[in-house]
């Protein structure tokens, strides 16, 4: 009995695939750390790079994230080489104001890690700093429509992150203080 061929997948080549084609299209986890720095640095000043790049790199271990990062750049991809329908084509290649299905894909980065990071998608996008600048610079002959939102999306997802975990760190020292003090 002949069995049917079952289509299997392996986590671990997603995962790789990821990072392969963000460095490939010129993004570093330094860059988005840093733009998590920027988000995070009023509020928790003690925060560092390495810190925010252990975030991202949280972030980019979700399987939904990785998924959104491989379709964006393939679209991309396939705009830089003329490769998609008409219009379409021109759509994605003009980053056309009117097509916003770059900023959607997105968003199920930012639902990651709750609606805070909402807040800071939408600031980085407007913002355009550090990595954002030269995703978002039309003259360079590259395709970044979709990877500019999903950079900031990654900052804005890993920034919630450390938001909700800075607090319960801060709720579990005021609990410890709390508990020393009705000891004495
Ligand atoms: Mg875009």
Redesign the pocket.
Known sequence: MSQPNVYRLNSKEVAAATEEWLAKRGVTKEQIGQLVMLLQKDYFPELTLAECVINVDAVLSKREVQNAVLTGIQLDILAEEGKLLPPLQDMIAY?EGLYGC??ILALSIVNVYGSIGLTNFGYVDKLKPGVLKKLNDKNSGETH??L??IVGAIAAAASSRIAHRKQAEREAIAEALQSDQEKT
Do not use: I, P, Q, R
């Open positions: 980053d770059d900023e429509t979709f500019d939102d």
